[in-house]
């Protein structure tokens, strides 16, 4: 395993793919997250088989982040997707947390086609040079790759779910409309409209009536990039729906809360929020089957 160039990454750097120095998925932070929040919260590896593994997707071969209780098998299964920094320490940490209450925990790199997020220092350079050029449809292809590997290695894919943050909260309404074995998706704060192109054909709002699985929507009140009003949006296109799913799908706003609510290594976290979120989610899981 690479060590870990954690203490390279300094506050104002920014690194291209020149001067980046790759590290094993999950053992750092992002570059375009930094400075890091000493609230972190850090999750053990005690009793748990966790690290990267490599997943066939296609002709490519995926990084994978995983976590589970170590030994134990037929384990319900949940899909762990990544903002637009990747599958850094913070999603790892969240796979960890997973795997401490009996679940397998993967969460693939789904950029690794079109580059490493970890080598971009700038949200906007990273917005356009990587998460602009990555296809739904590849990422639908991935996650099922994923969901067929953890069934080989100690998952029960009967039991599975999905949660995904920002760009993974966007992920996660999709895949509730795209898998037939999903049982329950928990979307953190993912946009729910946006222009359609080539890449990204649809939003959640366009899928609404096509989700197989329920999906729970935990959202800011103050979140200045999803307004209220596209939760409204969204919220409406369920209703309409016919889908059983569509209709048992439900939000949570937390008024005072601003995006990345849950993201403990930001300046954005809202600890109380952050963790009634946590236990929404959780509940949501074992209400539908997947615990």
């Known amino acids: 395993m690479l060590k870990p160039e954690v203490e390279s990454l300094v506050p104002g750097q920014t690194f291209d793919r020149r001067n980046f120095v790759k590290t094993a998925l999950g053992s750092a932070f992002a570059a375009a997250t930094l400075p890091v929040s ?7 590896f005690s009793g748990l088989t966790a690290g990267e593994v490599n997943v066939k997707s296609g002709d490519f071969t995926m990084p994978v982040y995983r976590a589970q209780p170590e030994g134990k098998t037929g384990l319900p299964v949940v899909l762990v997707i990544s903002e637009i920094f990747g599958v850094h320490e913070h999603i790892a940490d969240i796979c960890r947390r997973f795997a401490k209450l009996g679940y397998l925990a993967i969460a693939p790199e789904l950029f690794a086609r079109q580059g490493d997020p970890n080598s971009y220092g700038t949200i906007q350079e990273l917005m356009q040079e990587l998460i602009a050029k990555v296809p739904d449809r590849q990422v639908m292809a991935d996650l099922d790759a994923a969901v067929a590997w953890a069934g080989q290695n100690g998952g029960d894919t009967s039991k599975l779910a999905i949660t995904g943050f920002c760009w993974g909260g966007r992920i996660t309404w999709l895949y509730a409309a795209h ?6 998706g928990v979307a953190w704060y993912g946009r729910l409209v946006g222009q359609s192109n080539p890449l990204q054909p649809r939003h959640a709002v366009d899928v609404a009536d096509e989700l197989k699985a329920p999906v729970l929507g935990l959202y800011g009140g103050k979140d200045t990039g999803i307004s209220l009003e596209t939760v409204e949006q969204m919220k409406s296109a369920l209703a309409q729906a016919s889908s059983p799913a569509a209709k048992a799908s439900k939000f949570i706003v937390y008024p ?14 809202r600890e109380a929020d952050a963790r009634d979120g946590w236990q929404q989610c959780l509940a949501w899981f074992r209400q539908n089957g997947v615990a």
């Open 38 to 44: 000493a609230q972190a919260i850090k999750t053990d």
């Open 256 to 269: 005072e809360a601003p995006h990345a609510f849950h993201a403990d290594y930001r300046p954005s976290y």
């Open 179 to 184: 898998s037939p074995t999903l049982k329950a």
